[in-house]
């Protein structure tokens, strides 16, 4: 991996440059983070040692572009097209591109661009929901081969799934954000995304935790050394098929505290066994409807990505298939938003235990009432 800055300086345009890492290390050395200036590094995919060879070599594999600025910046315009002209030159080397500018796009390509070039990377940022909503259709829309979306700073809950679901996002990473004056990022929201990730068999990465992270409720202030590894031990990144979500450290939750918590849910109330439910429980005995809810959640959960996740338990049939929306365990997303199990891996024996147990004490419970 490589960094290319080709120029220096920004312009602010969202609210995911508040707190900018350029401006504020610029400050620190009484810079002015604002004026944008080429750098002695503008040539550099192009530039060679003493021995002829190039500094920027073919093991470097990807190189980050404008890490400093941007590069489809309005102040760049002049000196764009000769990026283009090494980028096209060095096929040997794949160019990250990221941006907060993706709607210049368009009017920033080379005459040759085509439906994009293969070594080149475009990773569009999307801060909140407001700037997904607007970047992500502009983004899908243009001539790109090679799409990644980054969220970071990540400032709030974002749903981009009907994005997902088109197939031309090839990653997705998120993580808070660093510095003094650092937002808080939720794990919640990091959760909600890869869970849709999963639900698209699209690569997830957790990159990092920022300065201000909350979790479960409690927020933590963490050292700057820590905000990459600790996203890194969560285990959070996916890779479809790869198994990677084994690695991710949980508990289940008390069962007295979970029946609790789903008593307060409007949604999950409305869920309740009929008479008809109650006299098929009492004809088959509840061994036999314990051996049904085995294998519903061996046959409909088990699996990494189970196929409809969020549709395949039907809302009714079966107590089983009531017991199953009523305790949030219809599917891998509410399992883990209610019970910790993280989507992404196939469920244990001692998961799958723990299911078929949390939906017979909710079905005894209904033959109580």
């Not at 954000?177 to 990465?205: H, K």
């Not at 959070?236 to 991710?248: H, K, R, T, W």
């Not at 939750?253 to 869920?271: I, T, V, Y």
């Amino acid at each position: 991996m490589a960094i290319w800055n080709p120029w220096h300086g920004c312009h602010k345009i969202s609210a995911g440059c508040a707190n900018c890492y350029v401006y504020r290390r610029d400050e620190s050395i009484g810079k002015d983070a604002s004026v944008v200036a080429k750098t002695g590094d503008y040539d550099l995919p192009l530039k060679k040692n003493r021995q002829g060879e190039y500094k920027l070599s073919a093991e470097d594999g990807i190189v980050f572009a404008c890490m400093t600025s941007d590069f489809f910046l309005e102040d760049a315009d002049e000196w764009r097209q000769g990026c283009w002209d090494m980028i096209r030159r060095r096929q040997d080397l794949h160019f990250h591109i990221i941006t907060k500018r993706i709607d210049r796009f368009a009017q920033c390509i080379p005459s040759d661009w085509g439906d994009g070039w293969d070594n080149v990377t475009l990773c569009c940022t999307c801060e909140n929901q407001d700037r997904t909503d607007y970047r992500l259709p502009i983004f899908l829309s243009l001539p790109i081969k090679h799409r990644e979306v980054i969220c970071e700073p990540m400032l709030g809950e974002i749903n981009m799934e009907k994005h997902l679901s088109t197939g031309l996002i090839e990653h997705v990473s998120c993580g808070g954000e660093s510095g003094e004056n650092a937002r808080p990022c939720d794990l919640r929201w990091i959760q909600e995304v890869r869970r849709e990730c999963i639900r698209c068999a699209v690569p997830f990465t957790f990159r990092q935790t920022g300065a201000v992270f909350i979790k479960d409720g409690r927020t933590y202030h963490l050292d700057r050394k820590l905000h990459i590894s600790q996203a890194k031990k969560s285990g959070y990144s996916y890779i479809p098929n790869m198994g990677m979500a084994d690695a991710i450290k949980y508990k289940l939750p008390d069962r007295g505290a979970l029946f609790a918590r789903l008593s307060r849910s409007d949604f999950r109330n409305r869920f309740h066994l009929s008479a008809k439910d109650k006299a098929y429980v009492t004809e088959k005995g509840m061994e036999t409807i314990r051996s049904h809810a085995r294998d519903f959640v061996e046959k409909r959960l088990s699996a990494e990505n189970p196929e409809n996740d969020g549709k395949q338990t039907p809302m009714k049939g079966h107590p089983v298939f009531i017991a199953q929306h009523a305790a949030a365990c219809c599917c891998r997303s509410c399992l883990e938003k209610w019970h910790n199990i993280p989507s992404g891996k196939v469920l244990t024996e001692g998961e799958r235990s723990y299911i078929v147990d949390v939906l017979m004490e909710w079905i005894e419970r209904e033959m109580h009432l």
